[in-house]
C-alpha cells in the first residue's frame, strides 16, 4: 500500500538528492512513461503540451513536426531542459509523423486556419488526437473536423482545457455537485486582458487565419458558458469592434483586422441567459464568472496586474440555505506555472487516463462545434448590427440531437 503523497510530481520534479544511486531512490525514482505522443506545431501551445506532457510524465516525446525551425529548436531544448534524455525524432511531413509505429497520439497546435488541413492528412491513422482550439475557423470547416474526429478509431480530444482550471473546476462542483445557486438562471462571463501575443507569421492579427476574434479566442468562454447553462445557445446579439490594438500593424502588406472589444448577450433554449464582456487592452488580466440561480450566486475570477502575481478568487453567497463562502482555489504552484493556470496539466491528466482505458472526462466532440458555433453567431451579429439565430450558422444537414454537448455529469 502507498500513499499519493509517495507519488508526488514534487518529490520527482529535480534530481535534488543528486548523490543517490538510482537503487536507493523511492520517492525520487523516475517512471517509465507509458505512452509516445508526436507533436505538430511546435509554438507557444504546442511547447506548453510538451511541457505538459513530460510534467505528467505518463508519455515521451517521440517526435515533432513544424516547418518553422526555431520552433523546432526551442521545442527541442525544452524536452532536454525538462529530464527527457532522448531526443525526438523530427519529423519531414505530417504523413511521416503519422506512419511512425513508436507514437500513440498526435498533438496538434498549429494555428486555427491549419486545423481541417492538419485534421484530414491525420485522420484515419492509428493514434489518438488531439486538437487544440478552435477546432476551426468557420462553423462548417469545424463540422468537417467533428465528422472526421466521429469517425476516427482512436481516442479525439479538443483543447477546451478552462473546465479545468481550479476557478472554474470549483465553481462545477459549487453549481452541480452541491447546488449552491439552486437551478441556474444567468451565466456571465468577462475577459479583460491585453492585446494578443507575438506568433510565428503573425497569424492572430487577421481574422481570416483566427476565425474572428470572438471564435478564436472566446470559443474559451463560450463551451464555459454552454457547460454552465446546461442548454444550447439559441440566439445572440453582439457588439464589437477594433477600438485600439494594431491599427498600426501591418504584415506581408495585410492590415491587423481582429477586434478587441465586444460586449455579448445568448439566449440560451432552456431560458437562461448569458452575457460576455471582452477588453483587449487591459494593462492586466482578469477572467470572471457569474452564475445566478434562484437559491445563490457563484462569483469566480482570476485577476492579475501586468507582471504581478495572479489572485485565484471563489465566492459563494448562499443566503439562508448553508454557509457563504470566499476562498482561493489553488493547484500546486508547479502545476499552476506549466500553463493556463493549471488546466492544461489537468487537461493532459484527463486525456492520458483516457488512453489507458479510464474514464472518459473533459470536453466532447459537440462541445468543440458548439463552441465555434457561439462565437461565429457573434461575429456575425456584429457584422450586421442584429442578433443572430445560432441555427442559422449551424450546417444545414447539422442534426443537434446527435451532437449533445457535455453535462457536467459527464463532464
Ligand atoms: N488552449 C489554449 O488555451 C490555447 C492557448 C494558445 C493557443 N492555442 C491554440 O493553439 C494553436 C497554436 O497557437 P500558438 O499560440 O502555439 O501559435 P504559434 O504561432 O506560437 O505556434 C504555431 C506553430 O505551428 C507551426 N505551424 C504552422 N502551420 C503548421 C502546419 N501545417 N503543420 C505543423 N506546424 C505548423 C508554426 O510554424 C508554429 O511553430 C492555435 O490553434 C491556438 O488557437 C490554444
Not at 468562454?221 to 498600426?248: I, K, T
Not at 462541445?367 to 456584429?382: E, K, N, P, R, T
Request: net charge negative.
Amino acid at each position: 500500500m502507498s500513499t499519493q503523497v509517495e507519488h508526488s510530481r514534487m518529490f520527482r520534479r529535480g534530481r535534488a538528492l543528486g548523490y543517490l544511486e538510482e537503487h536507493d531512490r523511492h520517492l525520487t525514482a523516475k517512471h517509465d512513461p507509458q505512452f509516445s505522443f508526436g507533436f505538430i506545431g511546435c509554438g507557444m501551445m504546442g511547447q506548453e503540451h510538451i511541457y505538459n506532457t513530460l510534467l505528467l510524465g505518463r508519455a515521451r516525446v517521440g517526435g515533432l513536426y513544424d516547418p518553422a525551425t526555431k520552433s523546432i529548436e526551442t521545442a527541442s531544448q525544452l524536452i532536454a531542459k525538462n529530464g527527457q534524455q532522448d531526443a525526438p525524432k523530427i519529423y519531414a511531413s505530417i504523413e511521416e509523423a503519422c506512419a511512425d509505429p513508436d507514437t500513440d497520439a498526435l498533438i496538434i497546435a498549429t494555428p486555427n486556419y491549419t486545423h481541417l488541413d492538419v485534421m484530414r492528412a491525420v485522420a484515419g491513422c492509428n493514434k489518438a488526437l488531439f486538437v487544440e482550439k478552435p477546432i476551426a475557423t468557420t462553423v462548417a470547416d469545424a463540422f468537417e473536423v467533428c465528422q472526421l474526429a466521429a469517425a476516427h478509431s482512436r481516442p479525439v480530444r479538443f483543447g477546451l482545457q478552462y473546465r479545468f482550471k481550479s476557478v472554474y473546476a470549483e465553481a462545477l462542483t459549487e453549481v452541480f455537485e452541491r447546488q449552491s445557486v439552486g437551478r441556474v438562471h444567468s451565466v456571465n462571463m468577462l475577459e479583460h486582458r491585453f492585446p494578443f501575443l507575438d506568433k510565428v507569421g503573425q497569424w492572430n492579427k487577421f481574422s481570416v487565419y483566427t476565425g474572428g476574434t470572438l471564435v478564436e479566442k472566446c470559443c474559451h468562454y463560450f463551451d464555459l458558458m454552454n457547460l454552465f447553462a446546461g442548454a444550447n445557445p439559441q440566439r445572440v446579439f453582439a457588439v464589437g469592434n477594433q477600438a485600439v490594438n494594431f491599427h498600426n500593424f501591418v504584415y506581408d502588406n495585410k492590415k491587423a483586422d481582429g477586434l478587441d472589444q465586444a460586449q455579448m448577450s445568448i439566449q440560451y433554449d432552456n431560458g437562461v441567459i448569458g452575457g460576455f464582456s471582452l477588453c483587449m487592452f487591459t494593462p492586466g488580466t482578469r477572467e470572471e464568472l457569474v452564475v445566478c440561480g434562484d437559491a445563490g450566486r457563484v462569483h469566480a475570477s482570476e485577476s492579475a496586474r501586468l507582471g504581478e502575481a495572479n489572485e485565484n478568487r471563489l465566492e459563494v453567497w448562499c443566503g439562508e440555505n448553508g454557509a457563504s463562502s470566499v476562498r482561493a482555489p489553488e493547484y500546486p504552484s508547479y502545476i499552476t506555472a506549466a500553463g493556463h493556470h493549471g488546466s492544461t496539466f489537468f487537461e493532459h491528466l484527463s486525456f492520458v487516463d483516457e488512453l489507458s482505458g479510464g474514464a472518459v472526462s473533459g470536453p466532447n466532440l459537440a462541445d468543440g462545434l458548439w463552441s465555434v458555433a457561439v462565437g461565429a453567431a457573434a461575429q456575425l451579429s456584429i457584422e450586421r448590427g442584429v442578433a443572430v439565430d445560432v441555427a442559422e450558422v449551424l450546417p444545414a444537414d447539422f442534426d443537434a440531437a446527435q451532437w449533445v454537448k457535455t453535462s457536467y455529469q459527464e463532464g
